[in-house]
T-cell receptor, first 112, second 115 residues
Framework: GQQLNQSPQSMFIQEGEDVSMNCTSS?????WLWYKQDPGEGPVLLIA???AGELTSNGRLTAQFGITRKDSFLNISASIPSDVGIYFC????????????WGLGTSLAVNP | SAVISQKPSRDICQRGTSLTIQCQVD?????MFWYRQQPGQSLTLIAT?????????ESGFVIDKFPISRPNLTFSTLTVSNMSPEDSSIYLC????????????FGPGTRLTVL
C-alpha cells in the first residue's frame, strides 16, 4: 500500500543536540500526525496538525504542516535520553475512510 | 484523548490454534482499527471495524483468517485464526476520531509469538 517517505531512517545523537526529521508524500493530506513508539508499546500521539502552514509545539517538540500539504517535519530540541524510540509520521484524509498512511519510522538513539 | 486497553498484552501460542485479542475504549467511538506491526516495521492496517456493520478488510487480509467483532461503541475483538509462525507480530487497535479531534489513538498492543 501507499507509504510516506520518512527520513532519516535512523539517527544517533548526543544528549542536548537538536533533532529534525521529515515526511513527504506524493499526495495531499488534511491531517498530519506524529507518533512516538517505545519498545513493546503502542504508538503515542505527539502532535496533530490540521492546517497547511500550521506550526505546533508540544514541549521540546515542534512540528509543521507543509504549505503544499504534502510534507511535514518534526523537530526535537535539546534531546534527552528518554527521547529514544521510533518516531512515525502519518497522513490522514477524511475522505479515505480515515485510514492512516504511515511513514517507515525514524529510529532515534541518544547518547547520554 | 481516549484510553485504550488490550488483552492479552502478550501470548505464546502453538501453530494451528487461534487467539482472540480484546480492545476496550473508555469512551464511545465510531471507528476502531486493527493493525499488525512486524518486528522493525511500520504499521499495516488489517481492517476497520464499525459498530453495526461488517468489518472492512485491507488487501491481503481476509475475514476467515482475521474475524473481527464490534458489538458496541467501546469494544472490539480480533481473532487470529489457524496461526502459523508468520503471524508472530504485534497487534494494535486504534480508535478515531476521538477526544473531539480528527486523529487516532492506539492501544498498548498485543505481542504474539507463534511456535
Amino acid at each position: 500500500g501507499q507509504q510516506l517517505n520518512q527520513s532519516p531512517q535512523s539517527m544517533f545523537i548526543q544528549e542536548g543536540e537538536d533533532v529534525s526529521m521529515n515526511c513527504t508524500s506524493s499526495s495531499i493530506f488534511n491531517t498530519w500526525l506524529w507518533y512516538k513508539q517505545d519498545p513493546g508499546e503502542g504508538p503515542v500521539l505527539l502532535i496533530a496538525l490540521y492546517k497547511a502552514g500550521e506550526l505546533t509545539s508540544n514541549g521540546r517538540l515542534t512540528a509543521q504542516f507543509g504549505i503544499t500539504r504534502k510534507d511535514s517535519f518534526l523537530n526535537i530540541s535539546a534531546s534527552i535520553p528518554s527521547d529514544v524510540g521510533i518516531y512515525f509520521c502519518a497522513g490522514l484524509n477524511a475522505g479515505n475512510n480515515r485510514k492512516l498512511i504511515w511513514g517507515l519510522g525514524t529510529s532515534l538513539a541518544v547518547n547520554p | 484523548s481516549a484510553v485504550i486497553s488490550q488483552k492479552p498484552s502478550r501470548d505464546i501460542c502453538q501453530r494451528g490454534t487461534s487467539l482472540t485479542i480484546q480492545c476496550q475504549v473508555d469512551s464511545q467511538v465510531t471507528m476502531m482499527f486493527w493493525y499488525r506491526q512486524q518486528p522493525g516495521q511500520s504499521l499495516t492496517l488489517i481492517a476497520t471495524a464499525n459498530q453495526g456493520s461488517e468489518a472492512t478488510y485491507e488487501s491481503g487480509f481476509v475475514i476467515d483468517k482475521f474475524p473481527i467483532s464490534r458489538p458496541n461503541l467501546t469494544f472490539s475483538t480480533l481473532t487470529v485464526s489457524n496461526m502459523s509462525p508468520e503471524d508472530s507480530s504485534i497487534y494494535l487497535c486504534s480508535v478515531g476520531p476521538a477526544g473531539g479531534s480528527d486523529t487516532q489513538y492506539f492501544g498498548p498492543g498485543t505481542r504474539l509469538t507463534v511456535l
